[in-house]
């Protein structure tokens, strides 16, 4: 009994490792600088890793499907690059054609969506391998950028344009200076919250932990998997374009490699949240935390003036936990089952017949 609860408690500590780890760092680099601990730093945290957030989300989605996206860096930097010629002028990287910062929305909303579309499509459909496939489009995708325009970069996209990844709601005075409170903060943690409700209220949310968990019972339950998996993919490609608005407007501009390299990142951010390599297992707050303790170490280690060998290592070594704890915590869940499993059989352990007594009695 007394270790039944042992176990319960570090693998509560393993699926919250993302909160625990937030809160450590966080009071380390507190104690670490004083510039940390200040309104104005908090409250850039989280805008520094809004579009990350975003991506996450879309990750996450495909995930907990035992699926993978690994084009979504690609989708963001081709959103991102294709809304920037639209609305910046020739003379600072555009088409010429300007656009009205609406229309520019919808157009790279649109190019999420068909990525995601056409992902979908290929995993479903002609079953192509979603690992090997998406990396494809991963490395197609950022080709894109140099075959539709001679701009490497396009910037000044307008206040209107700008307002959801640059914004700010309201400002507050902190030691008599002005900090702005961002729209892309209270976006990231709303956008959130949404994916948590649809996943874990809704029945579209239940059909993706069962076929994530096991897709032959899912489908002899009366669940479309194919159906399921198809969303998820346009889900993913529409996170990435919103992903791609908030980074652009939070810059001013995009170029061919916005977003380039990011992939890694995101996977460990889910991973570290909680969110399962093998899908069914996981939850949008745990990838929260994951995103949150992502912003929390690179505002940190810019504070400290870290080279950038160290943040890499730092990065790198938050990927390794990552995938260190999934593993931790499959194996715990395997284990449990197989236990759960031979308590309910004849033979198992909550078999009565396998006591002292009947031993003894049948040896006499």
């Not at 909303?109 to 579309?117: A, P």
């Not at 344009?161 to 400002?171: A, Q």
């Not at 059909?207 to 159906?227: L, M, Q, T, W």
């Amino acid at each position: 009994m007394q270790k039944s609860i042992v176990n319960r408690v570090l693998f509560a500590l393993l699926d919250n490792m993302a909160w625990l780890l937030c809160l450590i760092f966080f009071i380390v680099f507190s104690l670490m600088s004083d510039r940390f601990f200040t309104p104005r730093t908090l409250l850039n945290i989280i805008p520094r890793v809004a579009a990350l957030g975003l991506l996450v989300i879309g990750q996450s989605f495909t995930m907990l499907t035992a699926h993978f996206d690994l084009s979504a860096e690609s989708a963001l930097g081709l959103s991102a690059f294709i809304a920037a010629l639209l609305i910046a002028s020739p003379e600072l990287g555009g088409w010429g054609t300007m656009l009205p910062a609406w229309q520019t929305v919808f157009i790279m909303l649109s190019v999420g969506i068909l990525i995601g579309t056409v992902n979908g499509f290929m995993v479903t459909k002609l079953k192509i391998n979603n690992l090997v496939y998406t990396i494809a489009m991963l490395i197609t995708i950022r080709g894109i950028p140099y075959l539709i325009s001679d701009s490497t970069s396009a910037s000044q996209l307008g206040d209107a344009f700008d307002w959801l990844g640059g914004g700010r709601l309201f400002t507050i005075i902190s030691e008599g200076k002005p900090v702005g409170v961002q729209v892309s903060m209270v976006f990231m943690v709303l956008a959130f919250v949404i994916a948590h409700i649809i996943t874990r209220y809704t029945q579209f949310g239940r059909n993706i932990y069962a076929v994530g968990s096991n897709r032959e019972a899912a489908e002899a339950a009366g669940i479309r998997p194919d159906r399921v998996i198809f969303a998820v993919y346009i889900i993913s490609g529409f996170c990435s374009a919103l992903a791609g608005w908030v980074l652009a407007g939070r810059m001013d501009s995009a170029t061919m490699k916005t977003g380039f390299g990011w992939i890694f990142f995101i996977q460990a951010a889910a991973i570290v949240g909680g969110v399962s390599l093998k899908g069914g297992r996981g939850n949008m707050i745990g990838a929260m935390g994951g995103v949150l303790l992502w912003g929390i170490l690179d505002t940190g280690l810019f504070i400290m003036m870290a080279s950038p060998w160290t943040i890499d290592a730092f990065r790198g070594g938050l990927l390794l936990l990552a995938v260190l704890l999934d593993a931790l915590k499959g194996r715990y869940l395997h284990r449990r089952a197989l236990r759960e499993q031979m308590a309910k059989t004849t033979i198992g352990l909550a078999d009565k017949s396998l006591g002292l007594e009947t031993m003894k009695a049948k040896g006499a």
